[in-house]
């Protein structure tokens, strides 16, 4: 069995602007299709900063796919089993946080990618090809292609090798961990400070020396505004979670102020 080229790689690679959002609290059967009904052209469930098992994870994925939205897992950390177990669920991709250094985000490829490019284990049949049979050789390359392989950049450290870490073969995107970046340079939460935007302006000048991706999670439009003109060319907009409580809360005050 072979697969198609993944459109967010190709979208990438063409230069052109990709747009999804997270996933923190909603483990829905209908949350992806959702996100594709809005527009969304991928999805990032997490598993950082939430409970979720790799049942409630097998069960997003799979009810993400068939909307043609590409699905994600952040995993709670670098190691290989979070890596095979995303994959392995049908994840089209993969967000690792903390990355430091150019060795590990070297790790984190072999672990996502099958032999020769990697020391991914291999099982067919299952969740990750659809439990189809075909040609398996075939389908590893073309898996091999596909996944998108995200390393977050949240650290002093993370900053300092980001220009090592773009350059690994196999990393497709270095996206800003904003919170826990600033935390890392001292100026928690201080988004409009200098030292923070030129540390944006780093990550994406980066990326774009080794041909990869910038990546965000936007909070708002004019946010994501001022990353696309730094260079940004793949942002999430927002979470779940925030979304609708915003949403709400604006319609819940329009609602009395008419009242």
């Known amino acids: 069995m072979t697969i198609k080229q993944w459109t967010i790689k190709q979208g990438l690679h063409d230069g052109g602007l990709v747009l999804g959002t997270f996933v923190f609290e909603f483990a829905t059967n209908g949350i992806g299709r959702l996100a594709a009904g ?27 796919k068939p909307a043609g939205v590409e699905p ?17 669920t049908g994840a089209r991709g993969i967000m690792i946080p903390m990355v430091d ?3 590990q985000a070297r790790d984190v490829v072999r672990w996502a990618k099958y032999p020769p490019d990697g020391v991914r284990g ?3 049949g299952v969740a990750h090809d659809d439990y189809v049979a075909g040609d398996n050789v075939a389908y590893m390359r073309d898996t091999n292609a596909g996944t998108l392989v995200i390393t977050q950049i ?4 993370g900053l ?3 220009e090592e870490i773009a350059a690994v073969d196999g990393v497709d995107v270095v996206w800003v961990g904003h919170f826990d970046l600033t935390n890392s340079m001292g100026i928690p939460g201080r988004f409009d400070h200098p030292d923070y935007l030129a540390a944006l302006d780093r990550v994406a000048k980066a990326a774009r020396a080794a041909g990869k991706a910038a990546g965000f999670m936007a909070g708002g439009t004019q946010e994501a505004a001022m990353l696309i003109e730094r260079g ?9 979670l ?6 709400l809360r604006a319609g819940l005050r329009e609602v009395r102020e008419r009242g």
Not at 38 to 46: L, M, N
Not at 72 to 88: N, W
Not at 154 to 157: D, F, H, N
């Open 72 to 88: 994600y897992i952040r995993v709670p950390t670098a190691e290989r089993s979070q890596i095979s177990r995303a994959l392995d």
């Open 122 to 124: 291999a099982a067919f």
């Open 38 to 64: 809005a527009g969304a052209q991928f999805v990032i469930f997490d598993a950082e900063h939430t409970g979720w098992g790799w049942e409630t994870l097998g069960r997003l994925v799979a009810t993400t």
């Open 154 to 157: 949240e650290t002093v450290a």
């Open 101 to 103: 250094s150019a060795e």
């Open 160 to 162: 300092e090798a980001v």
């Open 232 to 240: 940004f060319r793949i942002l999430a907009y927002g979470g779940d």
């Open 242 to 247: 925030w979304i609708y409580q915003a949403a």
